[in-house]
């Protein structure tokens, strides 16, 4: 192990995104790991966990306070549930020190959170904060309230930059802060993408059937609902398809409705961890990433963990040009990019990568291996 003790806090269900969580247990002695819920996941029941991990076991897991939140009060009451948040890791930060000693690290990838690292810096609770930047909100939103929790985050993310390294996982988002004077045109900041898994390759196709796939939270403006848009399109074109769901979240049952509407066979399967997950991702056939394109849609901004997990199972990937990676998915000939909203285009892409599967497969299974975990991550925590 070569480091000693790190705080990682994040949100449910991204806490093991790009195997960050596995990371942290292959080379820290401790991890005190705050898993904090956001979105009522089905399937997932252990929400607002502190966990503490000594070279890798589990041997302290503790039941954090969450207020239950109605779906339609999620955004309103958000401030009173980052208050009890705050609360909550400050405290049981220190009880941390006071049991294992000054803590070395606090990471997390909110900034809101890397907020309260910089306050348990000031407090000599840890040494040194990381802010691993993933996301910006952009203040557009149809919804008053959610602006103004947005502009309200944003207060923090320019606070954040006072972490002792901030990290972004691409150079859009370093170059937003840079337009917006958060950052000198010639500051220099460390680009770590979230990394990929590694699977020895063995995608086997059957061209008898196509099954897409689609992993990730179940937000309309996330995409999954292109199958059932287009889907007489692809019952003339594609002929025999069904669609596997990984996933929950807030449009979960209008898109069980959808399904039901269009006759599409779709299974939902709620969240899924572990080889559950791989299990269902490596008899599917392609992955869905159409994000709709939106000037408030975090997507924008943000480095798919979804599309990373479809390559490393050698998966191809149908996706919109929304990603900064989806240039990096078409130029390795890995996928290929749609219109959302244009149905042949998806009948399209499908017939093109089925016709030469084992070619747009290895491609992506090759991309994978670009981001290799244990290959990229070491960079972040390399404070010098």
């Not at 990929?196 to 937000?219: E, R, S």
Request: hydrophobic letters at 40%; glycine letters at 6%.
């Amino acid at each position: 192990m070569s480091q000693n003790s790190i705080v990682y806090t994040n949100y449910s269900p991204y806490e093991n995104s790009g195997k960050i969580l596995e990371y942290l247990k292959e080379n820290f002695n401790y991890v005190f790991h705050f898993s904090i819920g956001f979105y009522n996941l089905r399937n997932k029941k252990n929400y607002n966990r502190l966990l503490v991990f000594r070279k890798g076991d589990l041997i302290i897991e503790k039941v954090l306070f969450q207020l239950p939140i109605p779906k339609s009060l999620i955004f309103l009451l958000l401030p009173v549930r980052s208050i009890i948040n705050f609360f909550q890791i400050v405290a049981y930060s220190l009880w941390l020190k006071r049991k294992f000693g000054k803590i070395d690290y606090f990471f997390t990838v909110n900034a809101f959170i890397a907020w309260i690292g910089i306050n348990l810096r000031y407090f000599g609770a840890v040494s040194k904060t990381i802010f691993w930047v993933w996301d910006y909100y952009p203040p557009i939103h149809p919804s008053k309230v959610v602006m103004l929790m947005r502009y309200i985050y944003w207060q923090f993310d320019r606070v954040s930059s006072y972490s002792d390294k901030v990290a972004f996982v691409n150079n859009r988002l370093l170059n937003l802060r840079k337009d917006l004077g958060i950052y000198a045109r010639d500051a220099k900041h460390t680009i770590v993408p979230i990394g990929t898994d590694y699977f020895p390759y063995h995608k086997k196709h059957n061209p008898k059937k196509v099954v897409y796939a689609f992993i990730g939270v179940l937000k309309i403006n996330q995409g999954p609902g292109v199958i059932f848009d287009h889907s007489q399109t692809l019952f003339k074109s594609i002929g025999n398809f069904s669609y596997e769901v990984i996933g929950s979240g807030p449009d979960e049952e209008i898109l069980k409705a959808m399904a039901k509407k269009t006759g599409v066979k779709a299974k939902f399967y709620g969240y899924l961890e572990g080889d559950s997950f791989n299990q269902v991702l490596q008899k599917s056939t392609l992955g869905i990433a159409t994000y709709i394109p939106d000037p408030s849609n975090v997507s924008y901004y943000g480095d798919p963990g979804k599309i990373k997990r479809y390559i490393c199972l050698g998966l191809p990937v149908i996706l919109t040009n929304v990603l900064e990676f989806s240039h990096e998915v078409e130029k390795a000939k890995a996928g290929i990019i749609i219109r959302h909203d244009d149905p042949q285009a998806l009948a399209k892409a499908t017939q093109k990568i089925i016709s030469n599967y084992s070619f747009y497969s290895r491609n992506a299974y090759r991309l994978s291996q670009k981001y290799y975990y244990k290959k990229i991550y070491p960079e972040m925590f390399d404070l010098g």
